[in-house]
């Protein structure tokens, strides 16, 4: 069935800075919606004004539209999907003050559960209103605290077209509110793909892959990081190189300088970055996004995280550790406890760089992978398609 003169809006996350991350995110439901429903036009929401985007708007493929400013069309679409990141989990569902315009007067609760949650809207339209990628694994039962939050959340699970969440905790919280269908969906940027990637600006796949793309920004404690990229670029025999996923300040520049990397002063754009990440053979990180990059590209990559802490907010280290527990990563996950002194740092680097020669066991990470991506990507595709027909089993 056509969906000629259909429009599909995509809710997403506004950045709170360059966030190459959160690029590929937007680039994945941009691509993969406009690839499965050709005659339908798909058009970008977030929490904020086009001019507080922080890239050129030739960096990217797609453009923004101001949700509180043009929320009828929001509203109007024939489909709307809440895309990803953390929009309706409780920590962090009221946006901050300068994601609306100075023009707007500041929404009250009730006006943003209205617009995030569908709340107190025609039941008709929340049931053509799609959640996907986005997690709640912050979220307590501290909820109960905040009726009005945990009412609209009640009620979008319940009635919602379908939720699929990118963690199997989020999943399980909204399992009882669905109990016939799956409510597990992947994060979004797994759902990328070479086509999407080739859209961006200096995007160019580099022809072969060498050395060890180093980048830590998100995990206290640079010092011990640094120390241990070099114990693990010894110990796989690569040269270890500083990938800028996000800007670094001086003081930080300085001590990556110490350990023979070069950071860079200026942030390169998401397709320069993109580019070089596809050039790495393997990767060494504490930051979601670059290493979900990574291996949607079939790059392996460790990833460290503090293991003693709980999930507050967007950037615990939790959904790291989460991410790869769920793939059966583990041996590819460290924790930051674990490197204090040089000889656990040799340690960790012998146990991660054993991961990383075995051929069966990366392959059995790429297969969960990518089963798993497949299957979300089917029941995406079919709940947006069943809300741009009305076709609905309830």
Sequence with gaps: MTHGS??????????????TGMVTVDLAGSHLLAQAFPDAKVELYYYGSADRLPYPSDWLPFRYRDVWTER????????????????HSAALW????????????????????????????DPELLRRTISFGGTIITNGAAVVDD???ASAFENF??????????????????????PDERTLGIDCAFLNSPDSLSSLKDFSPAAQRLGLGV????????????????????QLGLAPSWLPWFHSPRRQRLLVRAFGLEPSVLQPSPG??????SGCEAILTDTYHLAINAWRMGIPAICVGTGA?????????????LLYKMYGADEFYVFAEALGSRSDRIKAAGAASDALRSVARLAYVHEQIARHRERATKNFVDAVADALNHNFIK
């Design 6 to 19: 259909r429009t599909i809006a995509l809710l997403c996350a506004r950045p709170p800075e360059r966030n």
């Design 72 to 87: 009828e069309s929001f509203l109007a679409a024939d489909c709307r999907v809440v895309w990803g990141d953390f929009t």
């Design 94 to 121: 009221l946006p901050a003050r300068d994601s609306w315009p100075e023009t707007v007067a500041a929404p009250v609760p009730a006006d943003i559960a209205a617009l995030s949650f569908l709340y107190g809207h």
């Design 147 to 149: 009726e009005l939050y």
């Design 157 to 178: 699970c319940a009635g919602a077209g379908r939720v699929l969440l990118r963690d199997a905790i989020s999943a399980t919280y909204v399992s009882t509110l669905r």
């Design 215 to 234: 980048f830590f920004g998100r995990t206290p404690g640079l010092y011990r990081l640094l120390a241990f990229s070099r114990e693990m670029g010894k």
């Design 272 to 277: 320069s970055l993109l580019s070089q990440l």
């Design 309 to 321: 802490g709980r999930a507050l907010n967007s950037l615990s280290d939790k959904k790291k550790e």
